[in-house]
Nanobody, 121 residues
């Protein structure tokens, strides 16, 4: 099993910054893409940012230029640096990891437990 532990959420003022972390542990043979989703009340879940194993990234238009995703492959950890936060960034943020537990197993998606980010105006 692969476990994901998120940290770094909390309360920030508009214009401020927060940094989310998500560490994967357990039975891990390899990790492919890693990313962050968010789910705001009354809205659909949204892919915020993703990063491939080779380092290529993509972002939702709403966060381009403000958020930066990165990963530390040695620590099986993905980060989301969030700058210039806006009240509309308020949501529960979930990390997602595509991983294989063993060399012979398929690739599966694993989700973090979610961390609340609240941005006040």
């Amino acid at each position: 099993q692969v476990q994901l532990v998120e940290s770094g959420g909390g309360l920030a003022q508009a214009g401020g910054s927060l940094r989310l972390s998500c560490a994967a542990s357990g039975s891990i043979f390899s990790i492919a893409a890693m990313g962050w989703y968010r789910h705001a009340a009354g809205k659909q879940r949204e892919l915020v940012a993703a990063i491939a194993s080779g380092g290529s990234t993509n972002y939702a238009d709403s966060v381009k230029g403000r958020f930066t995703i990165s990963r530390d492959n040695a620590r099986n950890t993905v980060y989301l640096q969030m700058n210039s936060l806006k009240p509309e960034d308020t949501a529960v943020y979930y990390c997602i990891v595509n991983a294989r537990e063993f060399y012979y197993s398929g690739e599966y998606k694993y989700w973090g437990q979610g961390t609340q980010v609240t941005v006040s105006s």
